[in-house]
């Protein structure tokens, strides 16, 4: 496939073809391995099953040399004859070595030897397979301890993270994302439910989790929630040019939906329970409003993908398109996505270069969750579509109307009228790129100086168009008015993210004697900024579009935060036995004042090898037997509120709020002040930690165990105030500490191994402890901070930060059951026997974030076939079913004589008339065990002129077993509104390698 260079087209008669396969321990193809006939520029690169080609060899003896970074080289003769194919294949052993120094920690890489952090890796071959949208979803259920939990079933929806627990109150507890040395703004942007959608999951090669505070200080301000190093795949140094296409397509259904009562059981239940006159509205159809919405879904996602060195200078260039349809009709994303990496040496290798560059354009269409939800509740015995006269000016869709076709108050609307009639679009462009250069001092044997310019810049532009025909947005204005029969409504926002970046830093490492030194010390300055325009609301109808000049939907914002920060490192390798890590961050933030801003983070991480000492040497039974400890602050300062809280500040308030000019008849808008704390700082988390590595039958078998104490103190929480005291009765403020303790492990087998069957397993569990250890100065009888709104009325919660409980835990009324099991209505326990059920009769009760998180992975290849599972699991998480809460009922079939709205299925296990909302029967065990995922594949090997072909099956979110109540047991917070279920998808993918 490769045409070999220097040889003249006569000479082709007299060569002839070397290939072969490359391969690893486990006997699976090793891609993107270099392959050189020794002494010519004759070459190429594996392809992804391990396979490779190369053309136009002289005849004759020769010697093959093939080399990929943590293996050791390998070097084989051949003997090539003319117009022949000599097949040469290797099995490469990995060097541990080269294996430990692959692995990425913040500013540079460590031998893993050396790491004396709660450090995890997930490379390519371990990723979640299928049709995979958002990158995170690559490591879920691989790493302990590591939470990653799903918004909704919508297409690139938002998910949520969580390392090791929630690590604050009410600040941001994300890990920090650092791609490619480049930490990333960690909010979203307008127009995007989640901002690493951004980002084809295609491009990456590794994540890097770092646990730890001895690992993540060197970040300090923003790594109290643990940080994620990702890393890109690029091109190699001398590598041939290699073509990859990957391709899948797939189809997504309904796996759990939200089961309300049929047409018929809902009019026997009306019948018997309701008024005639709610009897009356009944219609005479059997409508499944849910049929109507959900759909088979289709996605296809391509990358194209291509890597070499050309002059030296290593490359990769992928493009990617993605066309994911949502199961809910008119919700899709499409996502083009683009990077280029380049990684040239020069200077007779003393500088290196990388280059990176990732653009990507996401096109979303949304729906609205509501609309979902009102699908389940619409009377199922009304038609979608009528031919009366009345619903003509709906486009003939049902809806709830009087007799001239005017809505009926707090009706309803369609659901499938509704998502048809709305177009909730955006499009969001984002570029993450940098250049890092980094140079080996000339004359100064180990100093180098690395400097790293990097950006994060995210366009996000958005409109939402709702037809005239929507009842929703019926216009009642009287035919003389002027604003008759603007039935329609435009709206749109924009926001502008841009990130700024730049790091310095010099590193100096030394061998003496026995002993390895290195230090590094360095600088960052680091900006963000958000702004956005002011938009009109605007109203419409068939034809026309009227501005509405006087109503200032989105008023004009900006927001510039800066940080600096100053950071060292030194590290000392004792004779391979004795590891010492020691770092020191020095941050310094905007958002807070002058002598407030300004953090320290330290860490210390100490490691015995003690497989390395002498009373062990002869030891077969261990190949790897490490003790690690560690210490470290830090530290947290992304409240999500706006930059600006500890300043004196007006806001403009928008057009509900003006002010007459003078005798002419306009007015100009008001500012409102804004309540600040002018003594807000930094929140730290203090993170002790011990840990042990182990390693069995030269590392078939190895283990990591870890246990850790993390306490935060000087919580940034929003806290009530005395009305009127600082322009607002909610202020940010520190406040009080939290705690979490644990205990993580992680196991790796290599059950099989033999040249044609290989079997390796991965098993990971997790235990976290959260509770929350001081709220600060409070009143005598104060319970705590109540949190978790849910419906029914103003002001309810179902939730509640206190002293000695977990964060978020429920706080509810202590439920009484009959004789037959069944909740009796509105009897509760009386705590305090005064006869009165209110807040001092109420209990804190279970917690929604888990206990036990659970991860079982494997994978089996026999010969050319593949197979792989992974497994996920929860316990002793629990969810407040809302929906069942206030739907569960008969008042809700009952609260209008001319509507009514169908009912959850749990009415027919309590039996209740009214809602119940702070019963404890509604917190239910979310307990779970979910197959993330099931593949199958198959190495057809060369075809049609192709190094190679692999075809693969997939299923994601193939099966779950849960004994909650509602549509999905995964609800990050504890609260479940949620009625946009998660998909069971069904791919089938090639991987071409050219």
């Known amino acids: 496939m490769f045409a070999g260079f220097g040889f003249p087209s006569g000479a082709f008669a007299q060569t002839g073809s070397v290939s072969g396969r490359v391969t690893d321990s486990k006997n699976e193809g090793i891609p993107g391995a270099t392959v050189l006939i020794e002494g010519t520029s004759l070459g190429s690169s594996s392809a992804v099953d391990g396979t490779y080609s190369i053309q136009n060899v002289p005849a004759g003896p020769h010697t093959v040399v093939i080399s990929f970074v943590g293996y050791n080289a390998v070097r084989l003769p051949v003997t090539v004859t003319a117009g022949a194919n000599s097949e040469i294949s290797a099995k490469m052993t990995e060097n541990t070595t080269q294996l430990s120094e692959a692995v990425v920690v913040g500013y540079g890489t460590q031998r893993r030897q050396d790491v004396t952090g709660a450090v995890a890796t997930v490379d390519s071959k371990q990723f979640v397979q299928g049709q995979v949208t958002n990158p995170e979803q690559l490591i879920q259920g691989k790493v302990a301890g590591v939470a990653i939990t799903t918004v909704g079933g919508a297409p690139g929806t938002g998910t949520t993270i969580r390392i090791r627990g929630n690590s604050s109150l009410n600040a941001n507890s994300d890990p920090l994302y650092v791609i490619d040395g480049v930490p990333v703004d960690k909010e979203g942007i307008s127009g995007a439910s989640n901002p690493l959608s951004l980002i084809n999951p295609n491009d990456i090669e590794t994540f890097t989790v770092l646990k730890d505070a001895s690992a993540t200080a060197i970040y300090g301000n923003r790594a109290s929630g643990g940080v994620i190093l990702i890393t890109t795949k690029r091109g190699l140094q001398g590598e041939k040019l290699h073509v990859e296409l990957n391709s899948q397509v797939g189809v997504s259904t309904v796996a759990r939906r939200y089961e309300p009562l049929s047409a018929d059981q809902f009019r026997s239940l009306i019948q018997q329970n309701g008024a005639p006159s709610q009897y009356a509205t009944l219609g005479t159809a059997n409508t499944n409003w849910q049929n109507e919405i959900f759909r088979t879904a289709g996605t296809y996602d391509n990358t194209v993908s291509l890597t070499g060195s050309v002059a030296k200078v290593p490359f990769r260039v992928s493009y990617g398109n993605l066309y994911q349809e949502g199961i809910v ?40 969750y509501g609309t979902v939800a009102n699908a389940a509740l619409y009377d199922p015995t009304q038609p979608i579509t009528s031919s009366e006269g009345r619903f003509s000016r709906y486009g003939g869709y049902y809806q709830f109307t009087n007799s001239v076709g005017q809505p009926l108050g707090n009706a309803p609307g369609n659901p499938v009228a509704a998502l048809n009639n709305t177009n909730d679009n955006s499009t969001v462009k984002r570029l993450i790129g940098n250049v890092q250069l980094d140079y080996k001092v000339h004359g100064i044997d180990g100093l180098r100086a690395n400097l790293n310019l990097g950006l994060d810049a995210s366009r996000g532009r958005g409109s939402k168009t709702i037809q005239p025909i929507d009842f929703g947005n019926y216009n009642s204005a009287p035919a003389a008015a002027t604003n008759a029969g603007l039935n329609g409504r435009y709206t749109q926002y924009a926001q502008d993210k841009d990130m700024h970046l730049l790091e310095a830093y010099l590193a100096y490492g030394k061998q003496l004697g026995g002993t390895k030194v290195d230090v590094q010390g360095g600088y960052a300055y680091q900006t963000f900024q958000y702004q956005g325009p002011n938009f009109l609301d605007y109203r419409f109808n068939r034809t026309t579009k009227v501005n509405k000049a006087d ?44 002598g407030y801003r300004s ?67 306009g007015t100009v808008p008001s500012y409102s002040p804004q309540g600040y704390n002018a003594v807000l700082t930094w929140e730290t988390t203090n993170t002790y930690n011990a840990g042990l590595d182990l390693g069995f039958l030269d590392n078939r078998l190895t283990a990591t165990v870890d246990v850790y104490q993390r306490t935060a103190s000087d ?62 100065q409070q009143a005598e009888n104060f319970q705590g901070y109540k949190v978790g709104g849910i419906g029914g009325g103003t002001g309810n919660t179902i939730q509640i930060q206190a002293v000695g409980h977990p964060i978020n835990s429920f706080f509810t009324a202590q439920q009484v059951y009959g004789a037959n099991g069944r909740p009796v209505e509105g009897l509760y326990v009386d705590k305090n026997g005064d006869g009165i059920i209110n807040d001092a009769d109420y209990t804190f009760y279970k917690q929604p974030a888990p206990l036990v998180t659970l991860g079982f992975s494997s994978n089996v290849t026999y010969k050319k076939l593949f197979a792989a599972f992974t497994l996920r699991s929860n316990l002793g998480n629990y969810v407040y079913n809302a929906n069942a809460a206030n739907f569960g009922n008969y008042a809700n079939a009952q609260g209008s004589t001319l509507f009514v709205s169908n009912l959850s299925p749990d009415v027919q296990n309590t039996g209740f008339t009214r809602q119940q909302l702070f019963s404890d029967y509604y917190v239910q065990n979310a307990s779970f065990l979910r197959c993330e995922n099931i593949s199958l594949g198959y190495n057809v090997g060369k075809v049609l002129g192709a190094s190679s072909l692999r075809v693969t099956a997939n299923v994601q979110n193939a099966f779950l077993v849960t004994k909650y109540k509602g549509v999905d047991p995964e609800v990050f917070g504890g609260i479940d509104t949620n009625f946009y279920p998660r998909a069971r998808t069904f791919t089938l993918g090639l991987a071409l390698g050219i």
């Open 551 to 594: 109503t200032l939907l989105l008023p004009r914002y900006y927001g510039k935060l800066v940080m600096l920060s100053y950071f060292g490192r030194a590290t000392m390798n004792v004779k391979d036995k004795y590891l010492v890590t020691a770092t020191l961050r020095n941050d310094r933030t905007s958002r807070f004042r002058e």
């Open 329 to 368: 009709i008119t919700n899709n994303l499409k996502r083009n996505s683009g990077s280029v990496s380049l990684t040239p040496t020069l200077l007779d290798k003393h500088l290196r270069i990388d280059i990176n560059a990732k653009g990507t354009v996401v096109d979303n269409r949304f729906v609205d």
């Open 715 to 776: 919580l940034l929480a929003r806290v009530n105030f005395s009305a009127g005291s600082n322009l607002t009765n909610q202020l940010d403020a520190n406040i009080g500490s939290l705690r979490n303790r644990g205990i993580e492990v992680g196991l790796n087998y290599g059950i099989l191994r033999s040249e044609d069957l290989t079997w390796d397993v991965n098993l990971n569990g997790a235990y976290n402890e959260n509770k929350i250890t001081d709220l600060g």
């Open 599 to 665: 953090g320290w983070f330290p860490a210390l991480g100490l490691a015995w090898r003690v497989k390395n000492e002498d009373f062990l040497k002869d030891n077969n039974l261990f190949s790897e037997l490490k003790l690690r400890a560690g210490y470290g602050r830090t530290g947290q300062q992304d409240l999500g509120n706006g930059y600006y809280d500890t300043q004196p500040r007006y806001v403009l308030s928008g057009a509900s709020t003006t002010y007459p000019l003078g005798n002419t008849g």
